[in-house]
């Protein structure tokens, strides 16, 4: 596989990423329940993170977020070949790996953020009919 590419196909993620989250933003322009992309980099932003390189020479590495909270979301990405292994890139792709995970992790909490709201709702409806 060649160098360019390996680039088209990161270039193609990224603008369907772009126009995907564009789609979503405005599919989900009227919920309060939403999480996105910007809080998810600033939580990433504000983690103390370690580097970890596998083999020598380095063909893969982990980088550990340890997000405000104290829970961990670990990062992963790799070459085949070692000679192409370069350390800005595997940066980007471990963030981008812990970005998925925490933005599912995001959507859990949100989820019971809601089913919470939903029973103080029907907590406060019940007590004004009882009371």
Same mark, same amino acid.
């Not at 990224?14 to 979503?24: A, F, R, V």
């Not at 998810?40 to 932003?45: P, S, V």
């Not at 595997?90 to 029973?119: I, P, S, T």
């Given at each position: ?12 993620? #990224?603008?369907?990423n772009t126009q995907l989250e564009e789609e979503i933003r405005e !599919? !989900? ?7 996105? &992309? ?7 932003? *504000?983690?103390? #993170? ?6 020598? +020479? +380095?063909?893969?590495? #982990? ?12 990062? *992963? ?6 000679? &192409? ?11 981008? !790996? ?9 959507g859990y909490r949100l989820q019971w953020d809601m089913y919470n709201?939903?029973? *103080? ?7 004004? *009919?009882?009371?």
């Amino acid at each position: 596989m060649d160098n360019d590419y390996v680039v088209f196909c990161i270039n193609y993620f #990224t603008i369907m990423n772009t126009q995907l989250e564009e789609e979503i933003r405005e !599919h !989900h322009k009227d919920n309060p329940y939403f999480v996105t &992309k910007e809080q998810i980099e600033a939580i990433l932003d *504000r983690a103390e #993170t370690v580097e970890q390189y596998q083999h020598d +020479p +380095p063909i893969s590495m #982990t980088i550990s977020y340890k997000l405000q909270n104290g829970f961990t979301v670990l990062g *992963r990405s790799a070459v085949v070949n070692h000679k &192409k292994f370069d350390v800005g890139i595997g940066r980007k792709m471990c963030r981008l !790996h812990a970005m998925n995970q925490l933005w599912q992790l995001e959507g859990y909490r949100l989820q019971w953020d809601m089913y919470n709201e939903q029973l *103080r709702i029907e907590q406060e409806n019940l007590a004004r *009919r009882l009371g």
